[in-house]
């Protein structure tokens, strides 16, 4: 066993050196070679959060294992998802079991798993590195080969879900000084047509989350119109009042239908939202210090793509410190869906963080509709913490 600290240089370039579906390996060996590491594995999280697939790297000489599916729910894995603190047991053979979450800005990407015989706490702080710097290969790695998104899809996915799950972010929840955000959609039965994005610009992050109506590619194909009309302005430095036009003059050019949206500019270093709503439902707002959730009553436009002269409005909200942003789809409120308390549920998750109350609340939808949603469920939730000092 060598030892010593980790060499993220040589690491990197180690890396970069390997086929992009082997960054598993890569960690593998350097654990190998400093600490006599005898298994190591990554376990990475499916599209719904319900379970993980498993990567063994295999010694050398070996053969590798086929890929393992396991329930995320009761699991130590889940353990360290939701607290995001290294887990060390013994593994039953003399040796340590240590669990380390592999997360980049917030986004839980899975968990590296390592049994050695030997594990103090510079040991343990090592490996803690190594998980770290597994996360950021990934997300370089995973844009050049399908190994990690195939992976994620335990069930059959349908054309519709393929086009909805590649207009979403890479990355589901962020995290920096001055905000954390987290999303989270269940999709319908029958695709709805539900997409949520986000980007953080040097001063600015922008929000949106839209509702196409209908369902099925129908749907998809109809967000796809409005997600590409919404980033082709944001991209050329539109403010929300300018995206809200560009979806808008999209669908009436392409599109047969209509969709709902609700779009947000937060300036980072005062707290201010420019924002436009078309036709959402009103966000929920905790605020710091407040007992209750309330409704931010915006005025309300048309949705985007109805053909009749529209003006959209530009309408601003002052972010305090500690506030808490709920934006929800229609489908967390109907149907169903209706019977779930979601306010009680926003009070009771004050204190968790933004990636846990987004499960809690759609979780608690699929419960409340058996499992069977007749629209998507989607809902983002924006911490402000407060500008950078």
Same mark, same amino acid.
């Given at each position: 066993m060598e030892g010593g600290d980790l060499e993220l240089g040589e690491l990197l370039a180690a890396a970069?050196?390997?086929?992009?579906?082997?960054?598993?390996g890569v960690i593998a060996h350097d654990l190998r070679k400093r600490f006599g590491a005898e298994r190591v594995s990554f376990l990475f999280v499916d599209l719904m959060g319900q379970r993980l697939l498993r990567l063994t790297a295999p010694a050398e000489g070996? #053969?590798?294992?086929?890929?393992?599916?396991?329930?995320?729910?009761?699991?130590?894995?889940?353990t360290v998802l939701r607290r995001q603190r290294q887990h060390v047991e013994p593994d039953g053979q003399g040796g340590r079991r240590v669990i380390?979450?592999?997360?980049?800005?917030?986004?839980?990407?899975?968990?590296?798993?390592?049994?050695?015989?030997?594990?103090?706490?510079?040991?343990?702080g090592q490996i803690s590195d190594a998980a770290h710097a597994l996360a950021y290969i990934i997300v370089t790695d995973r844009r050049f080969t399908d190994l990690y998104h195939a992976g994620r899809?335990?069930?059959?996915?349908?054309?519709a879900a393929e086009i909805q799950h590649q207009l979403l972010p890479s990355a589901s929840c962020c995290e920096a000084p001055q905000f954390t955000l987290a999303a989270g959609l269940v999709p319908a039965d029958d695709i709805g047509g539900d997409t949520y994005d986000y980007t953080l610009d040097r001063d600015t992050l922008h929000l949106s989350i839209t509702d196409a109506m209908g369902h099925d590619t129908d749907s998809a194909l109809l967000a796809t119109l409005v997600m590409g009309a919404l980033r082709g302005a944001r991209r050329s430095g539109?403010?929300?009042?300018?995206?809200?036009?560009?979806?808008?003059?999209?669908?009436?050019?392409h599109g047969r239908g209509l969709a709902t949206g609700q779009l947000l500019c937060v300036r980072l270093e005062t707290g201010t939202c420019e924002l436009v709503n078309a036709g959402h439902p009103w966000p929920l707002r905790l605020r710091d210090g407040a007992a209750e959730v309330e409704e931010v009553k915006l005025a309300v436009n048309l949705p985007f793509g109805v053909a009749a002269p529209i003006s959209y409005e530009l309408q601003e909200l002052q972010l305090r410190p500690g506030d808490r942003l709920i934006l929800l789809t229609d489908g967390m409120q109907e149907r169903g869906a209706a019977a779930v308390d979601l306010a009680s549920l926003?009070?009771?998750?004050?204190?968790?963080?933004? #990636?846990?109350?987004?499960r809690?609340?759609?979780?608690?939808?699929?419960?409340?509709? #058996?499992?069977?949603?007749?629209d998507d469920a989607t809902a983002l939730i924006l911490d402000w913490h407060g500008p950078r000092r």
């Amino acid at each position: 066993m060598e030892g010593g600290d980790l060499e993220l240089g040589e690491l990197l370039a180690a890396a970069e050196a390997a086929p992009p579906g082997e960054s598993v390996g890569v960690i593998a060996h350097d654990l190998r070679k400093r600490f006599g590491a005898e298994r190591v594995s990554f376990l990475f999280v499916d599209l719904m959060g319900q379970r993980l697939l498993r990567l063994t790297a295999p010694a050398e000489g070996d #053969r590798a294992d086929g890929a393992e599916r396991i329930g995320l729910e009761g699991t130590v894995y889940n353990t360290v998802l939701r607290r995001q603190r290294q887990h060390v047991e013994p593994d039953g053979q003399g040796g340590r079991r240590v669990i380390s979450p592999v997360t980049n800005r917030g986004d839980c990407i899975g968990v590296l798993e390592v049994t050695l015989q030997y594990a103090d706490d510079t040991v343990l702080g090592q490996i803690s590195d190594a998980a770290h710097a597994l996360a950021y290969i990934i997300v370089t790695d995973r844009r050049f080969t399908d190994l990690y998104h195939a992976g994620r899809r335990t069930t059959r996915t349908s054309l519709a879900a393929e086009i909805q799950h590649q207009l979403l972010p890479s990355a589901s929840c962020c995290e920096a000084p001055q905000f954390t955000l987290a999303a989270g959609l269940v999709p319908a039965d029958d695709i709805g047509g539900d997409t949520y994005d986000y980007t953080l610009d040097r001063d600015t992050l922008h929000l949106s989350i839209t509702d196409a109506m209908g369902h099925d590619t129908d749907s998809a194909l109809l967000a796809t119109l409005v997600m590409g009309a919404l980033r082709g302005a944001r991209r050329s430095g539109c403010d929300a009042l300018q995206q809200a036009q560009r979806a808008h003059d999209a669908l009436l050019a392409h599109g047969r239908g209509l969709a709902t949206g609700q779009l947000l500019c937060v300036r980072l270093e005062t707290g201010t939202c420019e924002l436009v709503n078309a036709g959402h439902p009103w966000p929920l707002r905790l605020r710091d210090g407040a007992a209750e959730v309330e409704e931010v009553k915006l005025a309300v436009n048309l949705p985007f793509g109805v053909a009749a002269p529209i003006s959209y409005e530009l309408q601003e909200l002052q972010l305090r410190p500690g506030d808490r942003l709920i934006l929800l789809t229609d489908g967390m409120q109907e149907r169903g869906a209706a019977a779930v308390d979601l306010a009680s549920l926003v009070r009771d998750t004050r204190s968790s963080h933004p #990636r846990e109350a987004v499960r809690t609340l759609t979780a608690a939808v699929l419960d409340a509709c #058996r499992g069977n949603l007749k629209d998507d469920a989607t809902a983002l939730i924006l911490d402000w913490h407060g500008p950078r000092r």
